[in-house]
């Protein structure tokens, strides 16, 4: 098929390189100028693994490409996907004009019938919107539908996620559109769940305010966890061996960061005020997971006592591993926090750090993890890297003033820290003795 993805960020990206590994001739487009003539060379603007060797393979076969020209893309292509940002704006609610901008702009060129398809999270309703925004501006009558395709892909798995995924979900409105969307993703041989548009739009949502929730449920468990002296880690296996509840996104930690569940939760919370529904359920979650910072931040302080200019090595500065996406990441209120109280940080995480220095540059940018523990007088893990997990800690001690680690991920064993002589706190696990 011919498509085209208007909005080359990260869902743009992927879904449009992938669509091209399947067979597809996809156009990817874009009007940052900039990025478009990097991604033309093959440089990408985003860490994503596999995602640089497929953009570069599928640009070699013809089958990707990249422009700035919408025109060309929605006249080259029966399928159009809307991948723009919809980010928050200061009360919650998703900011739509990149999405409106681009109906608009589909509208002036439609040259004759084609499938608009939101694959950006919007809130429901916004297919409607869409619709009637085309119709309005729409130069000639010419028919088309519209759709709605939400993503459910994680970064760092993204590609994985694109081709592998659990289910497709397609809103529709029509036979045409149904067929065209069945077609287009039948080569992954997957469930395909087919709804109404607003349905759709919801399931997105729904599913990543109920996977948030299921995280603050486990974060809210460990603090009793951690009053009582039981282990987290054995109640989440406890809990997920039973089927309905399922162990994924049942590890306590410091609490979801990330682009999508902040964002999303508060869309969320926002669209049912709108219609008149008090999510409470939500905002709970939300508070928990606020609280679990915090949470993190006074393990610190009763460890050290006094924070100023105590030096404090931090392991990991991105959201969630495999990825230097550094947005809502718990780094930043805590390394925040940390400096304010006069401490003297230094980090290092293997792709993030270009991204944190410029958020904030007074931290010690350091080439590896012993680097950054040195004359430690505390060691924070704040995301779970795989290397991290394969460290070498006789090494990683003789670097430290005190060998003691605060560990917000959960990611050693307790029994094994206390044998090789560290005072290992964790979250919601009984420290050794
Ligand atoms: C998420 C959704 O999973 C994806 O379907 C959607 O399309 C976009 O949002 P992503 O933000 O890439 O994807 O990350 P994800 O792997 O879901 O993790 C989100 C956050 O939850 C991370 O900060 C992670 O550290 C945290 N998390 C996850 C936990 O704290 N505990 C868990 O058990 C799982």
Redesign the pocket.
């Known amino acids: 098929m011919n498509i085209s993805i208007i909005g080359s960020g990260y ?1 743009g990206l992927v879904s449009g390189t992938c669509f091209a590994e399947l067979g597809n001739k996809v156009i990817c487009a874009d009007n940052d100028a900039k990025k478009i003539a990097q991604l033309k060379k093959g440089n990408l603007p985003i860490y994503e693994p596999g995602l640089e060797e497929l953009i570069k393979g599928n640009l070699k076969k013809g089958r990707l490409r990249f422009s700035t020209n919408i025109k060309e893309a929605v006249v080259n292509s029966e399928v159009i996907f809307i991948a723009v940002g919809t980010p928050p704006l200061d009360n919650g609610e998703a900011d739509l004009t990149g999405i409106e901008n681009v109906a608009r702009n589909i509208a002036k060129i439609l040259p004759g019938y084609r499938l608009i398809v939101e694959k950006s ?1 919007v809130p429901v309703e916004t297919g409607e919107r869409v619709k009637d925004t085309i119709e309005t501006y729409v130069k000639r009558k010419v028919k088309f539908d519209v759709a709605s395709n ?9 590609i994985n ?1 694109f081709m592998h995924p659990d289910r497709i979900v397609i809103g529709v409105e029509s036979k045409k559109a149904r067929d065209t969307l069945v077609s287009l993703y039948q080569p992954l041989n997957v469930p395909i769940v087919v709804t109404n548009i607003k349905s759709a739009e919801l399931i ?1 949502h729904a ?2 305010a109920f ?2 929730t ?2 603050s449920f ?2 809210a468990v460990s603090r009793v966890c951690d009053k009582v002296g039981a282990n987290v880690e054995e109640v ?1 296996k406890g809990m997920g061996l039973d089927k309905r509840i399922g162990r ?14 902040p964002k ?1 939760l508060d869309a969320f919370v926002t669209i049912s005020e709108n219609v008149g529904y008090d999510f409470e359920l939500l905002k709970v979650a939300r508070n928990v997971n606020e609280e679990q910072k915090r949470f993190y931040i006074k393990k610190i302080k009763d460890a050290l006592w006094v924070l100023k200019d105590k030096n404090i090595g931090i392991l990991g500065l991105s ?3 495999n ?1 230097d ?1 550094i947005r ?3 780094s930043l209120d805590i390394v925040k926090f940390l400096l304010q109280e006069g401490v003297k940080i230094r980090a290092y995480d293997p792709q993030a750090m270009p991204k944190f220095k410029n958020e904030i540059n007074q931290v010690t940018f350091c080439k590896n993890s012993y680097e950054a523990a040195k004359q430690a007088d505390c060691l924070l893990i704040i ?2 890297w795989n290397e991290f997990k394969e460290i070498d800690f006789k090494r990683l001690k003789k670097q430290m003033r005190c060998a003691l680690i605060i560990d917000g ?1 959960n990611i050693y064993a307790p029994e094994v820290m206390c044998k090789l002589g560290f005072k290992y706190i964790s979250i919601g696990r009984p420290s050794c003795k």
């Open positions: 869902v999270t939400p993503e459910f892909l994680r970064e760092g798995t993204a996620d997105k599913s990543n996977l948030a299921k995280i486990i974060n989440a994924a996104f049942l590890d306590a930690g410091i609490g979801y960061g990330g682009s999508c569940f999303d959201f969630k591993p990825t996406d809502s990441a718990p995301t779970e991920r």
